[in-house]
Structure formats: C-alpha cells, structure tokens
C-alpha cells in the first residue's frame, strides 16, 4: 500500500554532513509518521529519529542535536540532515512509516549506506 524509497547515502569524513531522502509512494495519506533507523555492522537496527504527520518530532539521544528530521507532506517526502557525522553513525539508514499514532512501522524501505570516516 506504501511504498518508500531512501536516498542521499554516500561517504562522508568525520565532521561532516550529509542529508537523507526518504520518498513515498502509493496510499501515503494512510502514515501518520515516518521514522529513520540505522543498522551498523554487527548491531541490531536501532531507532534513530521520527516525526508526525503534524511534525512532533523525537530523536535517539545518540544523534540528539545532530540530526534533523523533516517531512514535506505536500512532495511525500522526508529528510534526515546529519550534521557533525562520526564514525558510529556508519550504518545502513532505513525510512519507515507507521499507520498508528503509536506502535511498530508497517512500511520499509530498502535503505541507504552511510559511511563515516574518521
């Protein structure tokens, strides 16, 4: 029903900033919020950011003054800007929606790597 697709992966040194593109698709007006994750090697997919509908937005306290989440209802679209990258943000980063207010995310994407060098 929702369809999502990451963007704006790439390499970046340490210090650095890079901005993730997170597209949907299909029967969007069904997610009420969309969430980023990352998984590093080795390491459970963790939560990194999430916003609503009506852009509340909550963070890990890992990347807490770093990130920012944002979301562009009218193009479908939401952003992760990383700023002040470092090495543990390495990590494949997966855009995920969720029809609740609150609970699991129904909808994935494929994901995008972020690689951060020191």
């Known amino acids: 029903q929702v369809q999502l697709v990451e963007s704006g992966g790439g390499l970046v040194q340490a210090g650095g900033s890079l901005r993730l593109s997170c597209a949907a698709s299909g029967r969007t007006f069904s997610v009420y919020a969309m969430g980023w994750f990352r998984r590093a090697p080795g390491k459970e997919r963790e939560f990194v950011a999430a916003?609503?509908?009506?852009?509340?937005?909550t963070y890990a306290d890992s990347v807490k003054g770093r990130f920012t989440i944002s979301r562009d209802n009218a193009k479908n679209t939401v952003y992760l800007q990383m700023n002040s990258l470092k090495p543990e943000d390495t990590a494949v980063y997966y855009c995920?929606?969720?029809?609740?207010?609150?609970?699991?995310?129904?909808?994935w994407g494929q994901g995008t790597q972020v690689t951060v060098s020191s």
């Open positions: 916003i609503t509908w009506s852009r509340i937005t």
């Open positions: 995920a929606g969720r029809t609740g207010i609150s609970g699991s995310y129904d909808y």
